[in-house]
T-cell receptor, first 112, second 113 residues
Framework: TQLLEQSPQFLSIQEGENLTVYCNSS?????LQWYRQEPGEGPVLLVT?????EVKKLKRLTFQFGDARKDSSLHITAAQPGDTGLYLC????????????FGQGTTLQVKP | ETGVTQTPRHLVMGMTNKKSLKCEQH?????MYWYKQSAKKPLELMFV???????ENNSVPSRFSPECPNSSHLFLHLHTLQPEDSALYLC????????????FGAGSRLTVL
């Protein structure tokens, strides 16, 4: 059974701090995705990483896919209150379908 | 409207009621999905429809009954639910070319009394 474990589950930091969220599995994934979900809304895709070792940047967010394609990380530099939300990693159960398995999520609170 | 729209946004129902959740996508996608999001649990895939045909039923109890009359609309019919079915039900869609990329609706928050 494929599982995605995210850590930490909860994170409360001050504005301006840096943080890293991890997504780990014992299984190899063809790709991994990161979503952000704000209260009262559905998850919104931030990025998809496909190649082992790949690094993608989205403004202050840096995403990395592990060399073995079993793990990924999300690093936020100088966090802002607008970064507050639930961060979810997800991977496909089978290729080229929307059947995704999700991690349990990391709830981030950035205090002004 | 654009994107994926879900109605109602909030629903409270008794265990003997029958209600339906509706999802509509305006993205021209061919696949639609129901996911369940419960507190402290990862999102769980419930159903997948591709070109109106159900291609996945992830061992969902029969008290949940999906319906996909066309590629733009998806329903989840609910009857004789249990309090543990209270959750956020998320609809999503994807295209063939970006099948792993889901666009989610805002969800329907269901409370079963």
């Amino acid at each position: 059974t494929q599982l995605l474990e995210q850590s930490p589950q909860f994170l409360s930091i001050q504005e301006g701090e840096n943080l890293t969220v991890y997504c780990n599995s014992s299984s190899v994934f063809s790709s991994l995705q990161w979503y952000r979900q704000e209260p009262g809304e559905g998850p919104v895709l931030l990025v998809t990483v496909v190649t082992g070792g790949e690094v993608k940047k989205l403004k202050r967010l840096t995403f990395q896919f592990g060399d073995a394609r079993k793990d990924s990380s999300l690093h936020i530099t100088a966090a802002q209150p607008g970064d507050t939300g639930l961060y979810l990693c997800a991977g496909p159960l089978s290729s080229n379908t929307g059947k995704l398995i999700f991690g349990q999520g990391t709830t981030l609170q950035v205090k002004p | 409207e654009t994107g994926v729209t879900q109605t109602p946004r909030h629903l409270v129902m008794g265990m003997t009621n029958k209600k339906s959740l509706k999802c509509e996508q305006h993205l021209g996608h061919n696949a639609m999905y129901w996911y369940k999001q419960s507190a402290k649990k990862p999102l769980e895939l419930m159903f997948v429809y591709n070109f109106k045909e159900q291609t996945e039923n992830n061992s969902v109890p029969s008290r949940f009954s999906p319906e996909c009359p066309n590629s733009s609309h998806l329903f989840l019919h609910l009857h004789t639910l249990q309090p543990e079915d209270s959750a956020l039900y998320l609809c999503a869609s994807s295209s063939d070319s970006g099948a792993n990329v889901l666009t989610f609706g805002a969800g329907s928050r269901l409370t079963v009394l």
